[in-house]
């Protein structure tokens, strides 16, 4: 990203309510990767915040390299949106989690190449939704602020609201391949498993039945034998399931060693008679193929017979049956092609025609199980598809959208380059607005590693517990743009001060390796907070943060590298989570992500934010309004003990169900063991939710102390 020309001025950034208290503010910058957003990156003279005795906080130390939170998306595309993935297969949007390899593209010399990439988060949210159309037939529905890869750079879907910003007109063309309008609506019908087998089977397998003299007396027996041997696994497994769901068992075994030229290979195989009479069945050639017979005909013999060597892709036999099957199968699906001259051993090959979006096209249609023959990872993103942008449709609707976070900030998307998504963010501490200027503020600290390695020098310092995430969450997604985490956690380490995280966001897979080797030498504790399990409603309260489901990886995959993860199931949220029914399906996810600590507790209301939350809640539930304020009465912040009371009864029981061990935010006591710390941080700090003025419900609190650099501001905030 380039930032030239991008600052602002620091006497205008100045001119911004609070912004003089920031006297250490080097630039602010607004870049079109956060749309929306200003970064005021600053110099800070402190990195370690001391919380003040007289604080009700239950740790003593914090590092909040962030002022604001970015965990909301801005960026993105319908939820069916098709991802290409590494492995050469694809995926809808919203079935990608942090974790997956997708296809990526980066600059390589004169040419940008398809690359492979790590997916790091998925966000959803809801937008405005526009359909843009390409001349091949591919169709594209995102929000306006998403951005697609042309020949002349990024664009975004339409013009901004006010200033300027390069966005898509008709005649742009679009980098990649597209879709040809293909859409996959792929099910693995029993024609479509049948059509594979045969495929398969007929090109690759090995069927035998001989009738033998018995050795003692008159008469015949019949032997029979199958085999079906393959070097790459996920075909035989495919067969062996699609037999298997045919009423066919075989067993397995390896059927030839490796060697320094040959890969292991393995079969399927089965003597028993009546499963080989049920194969030959299974493999008859149908009177009329099946649409879906014929995709999956296409599947089984490219496993079998296929190849895609420099683009080319080839289905080679030798038996003229197999070919004119093949042949007719791909005329049945639109697929152009040509047969070339027959070899002096008789072999001939079906030479698919049309390059890269035809054989993207054949892969989607047929869903191949050997996807690596179909790699583009390597090639230069150059195509002669007809990608010119004919049409940019407002639906006049808003809708649910995803949008994914990679390594390479980009990714594929039904066959073209597109931008990863980043976001939003800041806070009321600095005299701005809790709605609109927390969503556009963000305060960033671009020092803060090298002054907390000086601070954790000192002599003076007791190497007393860190706690990270009490104000802002130190992985929200302009995290991934600034990588500040990393310095704090290498600097925490070389010190060996033990230390905990606090997080909503899956960025934090990113420096998984990191905290595994901090955890060598100082003690790491690591917890998710995950308020809402309900998909629906996590999207009107969190908006723009990552899912439950997402977060629940991220939590699997800290407890894989060997954390005791603490999940926050707060706060609970009276009416809307607290039945038992939503605890028990909250707390049997949490337990099946690998988690071994629960913290429940109730919602706060803090002033400030409390009437953006009664606001929301009379717009999208107003019969609970009245008891809400029987519950919250005036500047009441907290629910009633009663309450409390109440829900801890109904909390423990399930949390014994679950083999869990919990407890309530205010059971936590000030000191103890690091191991606990990152629990009893968020006694004093569960997000308080408000409605945005766009009437969105976000997350935000009221700081409590004045002035700036008060570690009782930072410390008294939780603003994620």
């Given at each position: 990203?380039?930032?030239?020309?991008?600052?602002?001025?620091?006497?205008?950034?100045?001119?911004?309510?609070?912004?003089?208290?920031?006297?250490?503010?080097?630039?602010?910058?607004?870049t079109?990767?956060?749309?929306?957003?200003?970064?005021?990156?600053?110099?800070?003279?402190?990195?370690?915040?001391?919380?003040?005795?007289?604080?009700?906080?239950?740790?003593?130390?914090?590092?909040?390299?962030?002022?604001?939170?970015?965990?909301?998306c801005?960026?993105?595309?319908?939820?069916?949106?098709?991802?290409?993935?590494?492995?050469?297969?694809?995926?809808r949007?919203?079935?990608?989690?942090?974790?997956?390899?997708v296809?990526g593209?980066?600059?390589?010399?004169?040419?940008?190449?398809?690359?492979?990439?790590?997916?790091?988060a998925?966000?959803?949210?809801?937008?405005?939704?526009?359909?843009?159309?390409?001349?091949?037939?591919?169709?594209?529905?995102?929000?306006?602020?998403?951005?697609?890869?042309?020949?002349?750079?990024?664009?975004?879907?339409?013009p901004?609201?006010?200033?300027?910003?390069?966005?898509?007109?008709?005649?742009?063309?679009?980098?990649?391949?597209?879709?040809?309008?293909?859409?996959?609506?792929?099910?693995e019908?029993?024609d479509?498993?049948?059509?594979?087998?045969?495929?398969?089977?007929?090109?690759?397998?090995?069927?035998?039945?001989?009738?033998?003299?018995?050795?003692?007396?008159?008469?015949?027996?019949?032997?029979?034998r199958?085999?079906?041997?393959?070097?790459?696994?996920?075909a035989?497994?495919?067969?062996?399931?699609?037999?298997?769901?045919?009423?066919?068992?075989?067993?397995?075994?390896r059927?030839?060693?490796?060697?320094?030229?040959?890969?292991?290979?393995?079969?399927?195989?089965?003597?028993?008679?009546?499963?080989?009479?049920?194969?030959?069945?299974?493999?008859?050639?149908?009177?009329?193929?099946?649409s879906?017979?014929?995709?999956?005909?296409?599947?089984?013999?490219?496993?079998?017979?296929?190849?895609?060597?420099?683009?080319?892709?080839?289905?080679?036999?030798?038996?003229?049956t197999?070919?004119?099957?093949?042949?007719?199968?791909?005329?049945?699906?639109?697929?152009?092609?040509?047969?070339?001259?027959?070899?002096?051993?008789?072999?001939?090959?079906?030479?698919?025609?049309g390059?890269?979006?035809?054989?993207?096209?054949?892969?989607?249609?047929?869903?191949?199980?050997?996807?690596?023959?179909?790699?583009?990872?390597?090639?230069?993103?150059?195509?002669?598809?007809?990608?010119?942008?004919?049409?940019?449709?407002?639906?006049?609707?808003?809708?649910?959208?995803?949008?994914?976070?990679?390594?390479?900030?980009?990714?594929?998307?039904?066959?073209?380059?597109?931008?990863?998504?980043?976001?939003?963010?800041?806070?009321?501490?600095?005299?701005?607005?809790?709605?609109?200027?927390?969503?556009?503020?963000?305060?960033?600290?671009?020092?803060?590693?090298?002054?907390?390695?000086?601070?954790?020098?000192?002599?003076?310092?007791?190497?007393?517990?860190?706690?990270?995430?009490?104000?802002?969450?130190?992985?929200?997604?302009a995290?991934?743009?600034?990588?500040?985490?990393?310095?704090?956690?290498?600097?925490?380490?070389?010190?060996?001060?033990?230390?905990?995280?606090?997080?909503k966001?899956?960025?934090?897979?990113?420096?998984?390796?990191?905290?595994?080797?901090?955890?060598?030498?100082v003690?790491?504790?690591?917890?998710?907070?995950?308020?809402?399990?309900?998909?629906?409603?996590?999207?009107?309260?969190?908006?723009?943060?990552?899912?439950?489901?997402?977060?629940?990886?991220?939590?699997?995959?800290?407890?894989?590298?060997?954390?005791?993860?603490?999940?926050?199931?707060?706060?609970?949220i009276?009416?809307?989570?607290?039945?038992?029914?939503?605890?028990?399906?909250?707390?049997?996810?949490?337990?099946?992500?690998?988690?071994?600590?629960?913290?429940?507790?109730?919602l706060?209301?803090?002033?400030?934010?409390?009437?953006?939350?009664?606001?929301?809640?009379?717009?999208?539930?107003?019969?609970?309004?009245?008891?809400?304020?029987?519950?919250?009465?005036?500047?009441?912040?907290?629910?009633?003990?009663?309450?409390?009371?109440?829900?801890?009864?109904?909390?423990?029981?399930?949390?014994?169900?679950?083999?869990?061990?919990g407890?309530?935010?205010?059971?936590?006591?000030?000191g103890?063991?690091?191991?606990?710390?990152?629990?009893?941080?968020?006694?004093?700090?569960?997000?308080?939710?408000i409605?945005?003025?766009?009437?969105r419900?976000?997350?935000?609190?009221?700081?409590?102390?004045?002035?700036?650099?008060?570690?009782?501001?930072?410390?008294?905030?939780?603003?994620?």
């Amino acid at each position: 990203m380039r930032w030239q020309g991008q600052e602002l001025g620091v006497a205008d950034a100045a001119a911004l309510p609070g912004m003089e208290q920031l006297n250490g503010l080097v630039r602010s910058v607004t870049t079109p990767e956060f749309a929306g957003v200003t970064f005021h990156e600053v110099l800070c003279k402190s990195a370690l915040n001391h919380v003040p005795s007289a604080s009700a906080m239950p740790f003593d130390w914090t590092v909040n390299p962030y002022r604001g939170c970015s965990h909301a998306c801005v960026y993105c595309v319908h939820p069916d949106t098709r991802v290409l993935m590494a492995d050469g297969r694809s995926k809808r949007i919203a079935d990608v989690r942090a974790g997956d390899e997708v296809v990526g593209t980066r600059r390589d010399g004169s040419y940008r190449r398809y690359v492979r990439a790590t997916v790091s988060a998925q966000w959803s949210t809801r937008k405005r939704a526009y359909r843009v159309t390409l001349a091949d037939g591919t169709e594209l529905i995102a929000s306006a602020d998403h951005r697609f890869l042309t020949e002349r750079g990024w664009k975004y879907v339409r013009p901004a609201e006010s200033g300027q910003r390069p966005y898509l007109t008709t005649n742009n063309k679009l980098l990649g391949f597209g879709t040809g309008g293909f859409a996959s609506t792929l099910v693995e019908s029993d024609d479509y498993r049948r059509g594979y087998l045969v495929g398969m089977i007929r090109g690759d397998a090995s069927m035998l039945r001989r009738e033998y003299p018995r050795s003692k007396g008159d008469g015949t027996y019949v032997a029979y034998r199958f085999r079906l041997a393959l070097a790459d696994s996920g075909a035989l497994e495919r067969s062996q399931d699609f037999l298997e769901r045919f009423g066919v068992s075989t067993n397995r075994r390896r059927f030839t060693a490796a060697t320094d030229r040959r890969r292991e290979m393995n079969a399927i195989f089965t003597s028993r008679g009546a499963d080989c009479e049920s194969i030959t069945a299974l493999v008859e050639w149908p009177s009329l193929p099946s649409s879906e017979w014929s995709r999956g005909f296409l599947a089984g013999i490219f496993d079998a017979e296929g190849s895609c060597s420099r683009g080319i892709l080839r289905i080679t036999y030798g038996d003229e049956t197999m070919l004119a099957t093949t042949a007719a199968a791909l005329t049945a699906h639109g697929f152009r092609y040509v047969r070339e001259p027959a070899r002096p051993n008789g072999v001939s090959s079906i030479r698919l025609l049309g390059g890269l979006p035809a054989r993207r096209r054949f892969s989607d249609l047929t869903q191949p199980a050997i996807s690596r023959k179909l790699s583009l990872i390597g090639d230069a993103v150059k195509s002669d598809a007809p990608l010119r942008v004919i049409s940019i449709e407002d639906l006049g609707e808003t809708i649910d959208m995803v949008d994914i976070t990679t390594s390479t900030g980009d990714f594929i998307a039904n066959g073209v380059v597109s931008h990863n998504c980043f976001a939003r963010g800041t806070h009321e501490y600095l005299e701005l607005d809790a709605g609109r200027d927390f969503d556009t503020q963000v305060v960033v600290k671009v020092n803060v590693a090298e002054v907390l390695g000086k601070e954790l020098r000192r002599g003076s310092w007791q190497h007393e517990p860190v706690m990270l995430g009490t104000n802002t969450d130190p992985y929200q997604r302009a995290e991934g743009r600034y990588k500040l985490m990393p310095g704090i956690v290498s600097a925490l380490t070389e010190s060996g001060t033990p230390f905990s995280i606090l997080t909503k966001g899956t960025l934090l897979r990113r420096d998984l390796p990191l905290l595994t080797a901090a955890a060598q030498d100082v003690h790491v504790s690591i917890a998710m907070s995950i308020a809402v399990f309900d998909d629906e409603l996590q999207h009107l309260i969190e908006p723009g943060t990552p899912n439950a489901t997402a977060r629940l990886e991220t939590v699997r995959a800290a407890t894989e590298a060997g954390f005791r993860v603490t999940v926050f199931l707060m706060p609970i949220i009276p009416h809307l989570t607290d039945s038992i029914a939503a605890i028990d399906h909250a707390l049997t996810r949490i337990r099946a992500a690998g988690a071994v600590r629960v913290v429940y507790g109730a919602l706060h209301l803090r002033p400030g934010a409390k009437q953006w939350f009664l606001q929301w809640l009379a717009e999208r539930h107003p019969e609970l309004v009245s008891s809400y304020r029987g519950l919250y009465p005036g500047a009441t912040a907290t629910a009633p003990k009663a309450y409390r009371s109440w829900l801890a009864k109904r909390v423990r029981p399930l949390l014994r169900v679950h083999g869990l061990d919990g407890r309530a935010e205010d059971e936590n006591v000030r000191g103890g063991p690091v191991a606990g710390l990152a629990a009893r941080a968020d006694a004093r700090a569960a997000p308080s939710i408000i409605v945005t003025s766009r009437g969105r419900a976000a997350t935000a609190s009221r700081a409590t102390a004045r002035g700036a650099g008060s570690a009782a501001a930072e410390a008294s905030t939780r603003l994620f």
